[in-house]
């Protein structure tokens, strides 16, 4: 299974800016994800990130706040944008081959809190 | 809407003791499940999956699949302590792509 090296693994920002979140993985992989999970909750996703096309948003997630790059097959990043109190949340990358294969491992996850 | 609900927890049981955890999804094509478990501050590690009717075995870990029932468990034999976390259950069905579907989890308590 893929390893993923996720940061940074807590920040806290100032309502208004951005923090982009790094997910590398130790080879190269198909299919990346990104979740939000809120504490004692389960995981929500956000897009599903494929490199050389568009990521693909989930209902109730855009574009212009959640702006996602995969230039390669062992890379992504998630950035946060114009952050409210609200996106205070757990962070996860996800990835891996198929959903029909091994299943997909995690990143570390980030923990954000939002002032 | 394509739904995975999970048995409410938290769900406590003594040392040595069988756990079961369940799971029902709501959408037929669903075609893979999988088992995760999460510690408190850690991210979901997969511990099982299983495509196939019938049972799926790994060491202390059990997976139960009933496609006809849409039902699927894990039991965890001689429950320990350390396995006191979160299972979270996931499915994948050809219509949602390779997009897992998440239940809510199950909190599990195992009591020295």
């Known amino acids: 299974s893929a390893v993923i090296s996720q940061k940074p693994s807590r920040d806290i920002c100032q309502r208004g800016t951005s923090l982009t979140i790094q997910c590398q993985v130790d080879?190269?992989?198909?299919?990346m994800f990104w979740y939000r999970q809120q504490p004692g909750q389960s995981l929500t996703l956000i897009a599903t990130a494929n490199q050389g096309s568009e990521a693909t948003y989930e209902s109730g997630f855009v574009i212009d706040k959640f702006p996602i790059s995969r230039p390669n097959l062992t890379f992504s990043t998630l950035t946060v944008s114009n952050m409210s109190p609200e996106d205070s949340s757990i962070y996860l990358c996800?990835?891996?081959?198929?959903?029909?294969?091994?299943?997909?491992?995690f990143g570390s996850g980030t923990r954000l809190t939002v002032v | 809407q394509k739904e995975v609900e999970q048995n409410s927890g938290p769900l406590s049981v003594p040392e040595g003791a069988i756990a079961s955890l369940n799971c029902t999804y709501s959408?037929?094509?669903?075609?893979?499940f999988f088992w995760y478990r999460q510690y408190s501050g850690k991210s979901p590690e997969l511990i099982m999956f299983i495509y196939s009717n019938g049972d799926k075995e790994d060491g202390r870990f059990t997976a139960q699949l009933n496609k006809a029932s849409q039902y699927v468990s894990l039991l965890i034999r001689d429950s320990q302590p350390s396995d006191s976390a979160t299972y979270l259950c996931a499915v994948t069905s050809r219509d949602y792509g390779q997009n897992f579907v998440f239940g809510p989890g199950t909190r599990l308590s195992v009591l020295p």
């Open positions: 080879s190269q992989v198909t299919m």
């Open positions: 996800s990835a891996g081959e198929r959903a029909t294969g091994n299943g997909y491992t």
């Open positions: 959408d037929r094509g669903s075609q893979s």
